[in-house]
């Protein structure tokens, strides 16, 4: 996925009430940007990183730049992508590249598709065989947390609306159809992934419970630059990790 426009290089002031970031160009000019992450963002909110952002293309919005990568210092010294809205555009390319072949052949693909209880699908793809169709749910979710070198983690907050996703999946596998959730790393500083379980305990479990039904779970890091975010390559999936954080 590349960016439409050029990339506006600033310095982080702070990111607040989850959808503001204040931000400082490299003119002095102060300004407040859009920031599209309903999580909490740990480790990437430090005031005076280096972050990037994208101006909107309509000029009615009333924010009119967003908030895409954060460069985190060393030892990680690694761009990280940060607005969740861009997650299911790097999936989609991925799987319509054929970087992921597990997911199988189809016919269609689509987007935002109702299912379930009143909620929608991230990508459906879709095949037919014998006059029969068969379906694949996909749900996209971000990944930017990282607390141990090399290990990804999933989520960075406690989220009612992720289990629901995972319920809501368990009844596609209950129906005969197949369900995926993906886990799309906006960073390129690891090589596993695991879920936080001292942070949502009761998403660990829902997770769980949806793999014990038919729900299965890959996991894959972008590369990034100031251009563009694409998935890159696949990455083990491990147990949460329990003891101390670094």
Not at 113 to 119: C, D, I, L, T
Not at 202 to 231: H, M, T
């Amino acid at each position: 996925m590349k960016f439409p426009s050029p990339l506006i290089r600033a310095i982080l002031i702070k990111r607040y009430k989850r959808f503001l970031a204040d931000v400082e160009l490299e003119d002095g000019t102060m300004m407040t940007v859009h920031c599209p992450n309903p999580g909490s963002m740990m480790g990437l909110k430090e005031p005076g990183s280096i972050v990037w952002i994208s101006k909107a293309s309509n000029p009615k919005r009333k924010l009119s730049h967003t908030l895409e990568l954060i460069n985190l210092p060393t030892p990680n010294d690694t761009l990280v992508g940060v607005n969740t809205n861009q997650a299911n555009a790097i999936a989609e390319e991925a799987i319509v590249s054929g970087l992921l072949p597990e997911f199988g052949a189809f016919d269609t693909l689509r987007r935002e598709v109702k299912y379930g209880e009143n909620s929608r699908i991230d990508i459906l793809l879709s095949s037919q065989h014998n006059e029969q169709t068969f379906n694949t749910y996909i749900e996209v979710k971000s990944v930017t947390l990282q607390r141990q070198n090399g290990l990804h983690e999933f989520p960075d907050g406690v989220t009612e609306r992720g289990r629901k996703h995972l319920h809501e999946l368990s009844n596609v596998t209950n129906n005969g159809d197949r369900a995926i959730m993906l886990y799309l790393i906006q960073r390129n500083d690891g090589d596993k992934f695991s879920f936080a379980s001292d942070i949502d305990p009761l998403y660990c479990d829902a997770f769980d419970n949806a793999s014990a039904q038919g729900v299965e779970a890959f996991a894959i890091r972008c590369k990034i630059s100031s251009k563009e975010i694409v998935a890159e390559k696949m990455v083990e999936i491990i147990k949460p990790v329990t003891g101390p954080k670094l």
